[in-house]
């Protein structure tokens, strides 16, 4: 997904389109060189449903105990 629509979304957070709810589970930012100085030139998020977001945290959180 884009980011134009969300600018200051972080990790972790909600957000419902279409009537479905997604947590982000990551933010990338991309920079273009321009005249010499790079640039920010796009964010991108990448989105879990927020069942498979929390199932994945548990998930980790028992590989880290065992």
Do not use: W
């Not at 629509?5 to 920079?31: D, L, W």
Request: hydrophobic fraction near 30%; proline fraction near 2%; charged fraction near 20%.
């Amino acid at each position: 997904m884009r980011n134009g629509n969300f600018p200051n979304m972080q990790c972790g957070e909600s957000v419902t389109i279409e009537g479905q709810t997604y947590t982000i589970s990551a933010v990338t930012h991309r920079y273009q060189l321009r005249k010499g100085k790079y640039e920010a030139s796009e964010q991108r998020l990448d989105v879990l449903s927020t069942g498979r977001y929390i199932l994945n945290l548990y998930l980790e959180n028992l590989l880290e105990q065992s």
